[in-house]
């Protein structure tokens, strides 16, 4: 495989003919649109169906029980991890179901491609928002404690999950001991009965970081007490931030170092966004709000705008601007080149393996790249 920007006066038909390539397996490939318009700086990938395979890593994708049925099935081949997002709880620890919809297609799914099933427990209150109180609840009192370990066995013997994947945010410092606590008890429960056990952690580069994000997330006892953990190494680009790269890999790199710090290396995945965003300008605080977009549909708008698309070289990703209805904007989303530049940190640092939030749009060059660049474990 290798990855071709194109240039100004560039078409499908001479990219192939330049690189000896097939235009119809790029198309397809880079899931381009007829009549095929490219943008100047956009990547595609060149599939020359070359394994290049270095080593096997462990792959999980986040989902809502909502998915695209093929958008799933076309993406549970290159997962290890199918986490179905998500379960919630009440302040007396009893287990709810997901309100997105009946969780049990995609299990089924999952484990007909031989990729596990994982619940994920998420502390959302009635706003659909992470409430710190509900954590504060069951995480200091062990009886709403053991309530809840005890309905999250149940529901994941008669359901068919194989793990449960705990992703908490915004946990209050105060409760920093006891959350890691928890952590380990439901570990252990669920050891014990042959289930494993992930935590999400937010990206923190150093022990003492400050914020709400950070400073109720213990990595080295999360690290010990959890079978392995997801780096929320995304994020930094956000719906209400200023515009700038979603996962900009000299930060992702320092949080990967720290990590390493606190936790093995065959503990820890990378946190990796299937997503962008588009910013309308000028950027306000508190007033502008950025669009998600996805990898695909940002190349898209890039053609329709007449965009080139440019590349950051520090953060290793791609964006362009463009003014529609009389407003500018600017998009920051990834590519074929932001993803491999992920992939060679989790073969630098010879890390566990790769979590996805999330797939629920399909972008098949990703899915391409890596497959061709790791051995995928199921």
């Given at each position: 495989?290798?990855?071709?920007?194109?240039?100004?006066?560039?078409?499908?038909?001479s990219i192939a003919?330049?690189?000896?390539?097939?235009?119809?397996?790029?198309?397809?490939?880079?899931q381009l649109e007829y009549p095929y318009p490219l943008a100047v700086g956009q990547a595609l990938l060149i599939n020359r169906f070359v394994r290049n395979a270095s080593r096997a890593i462990t792959v999980s994708g986040y989902a809502y029980p909502f998915i695209d049925r093929e958008v799933l099935v076309q993406t549970l081949p290159y997962l290890s991890e199918l986490r179905v997002f998500s379960y919630g709880f009440t302040m007396e620890g009893e287990l709810l179901p997901p309100s997105y919809g009946d969780d049990s297609r995609m299990i089924a799914q999952a484990l007909q491609f031989g990729t596990q099933p994982i619940l994920t427990l998420t502390p959302f209150g009635e706003d659909g928002n992470f409430n710190n109180q509900l954590i504060n609840?069951?995480?200091?009192?062990?009886?709403?404690?053991?309530?809840?370990?005890?309905?999250l066995l149940e529901t994941m013997d008669a359901k068919g999950y194989e793990g449960v994947d705990i992703d908490f945010e915004y946990i209050l410092a105060q409760d920093r001991d006891a959350?890691?606590?928890?952590v380990r008890q439901v570990a252990e429960a669920m050891r014990a009965s042959g289930y494993h056990t992930s935590v999400a952690l937010a990206p923190k580069t150093s022990a003492g970081q400050a914020g709400l994000l950070y400073e109720g997330k213990d990595y080295r006892a999360l690290g010990e007490a959890a079978d392995h953990v997801l780096l929320m190494t995304y994020e930094w680009g956000y719906t209400y931030g200023p515009p700038m790269a979603v996962a900009p890999v000299n930060q992702v790199r320092r949080v990967v170092e720290y990590a390493l710090t606190e936790i093995p290396?065959?503990?820890v995945d990378l946190g990796i966004p299937n997503y962008g965003y588009d910013w309308p300008l000028p950027f306000e605080r508190g007033v502008t709000k950025a669009t998600t977009v996805g990898n695909v549909e940002a190349v898209r708008i890039a053609v329709e705008q007449g965009a080139e698309i440019m590349f950051d070289s520090l953060a290793e990703s791609p964006y362009f601007t463009y003014t529609a209805n009389g407003t500018a904007h600017e998009v920051w989303f990834e590519d074929v080149r932001s993803l491999q530049a992920k992939f060679r940190l989790i073969r630098e640092y010879n890390l566990h393996?790769?979590?996805?939030?999330?797939?629920?749009?399909?972008?098949?060059?990703?899915?391409?790249?890596?497959?061709?660049?790791f051995y995928i474990l199921k």
């Open positions: 495989m290798e990855i071709y920007v194109v240039k100004p006066g560039d078409s499908v038909d003919q330049q690189l000896d390539a097939n235009a119809e397996q790029i198309i397809f490939d880079n609840s069951v995480v200091n009192n062990a009886a709403y404690t053991e309530r809840l370990i005890r309905e959350f890691s606590a928890f290396a065959e503990k393996g790769c979590g996805y939030w999330q797939i629920m749009k399909w972008f098949r060059a990703n899915w391409l790249l890596l497959h061709n660049q």
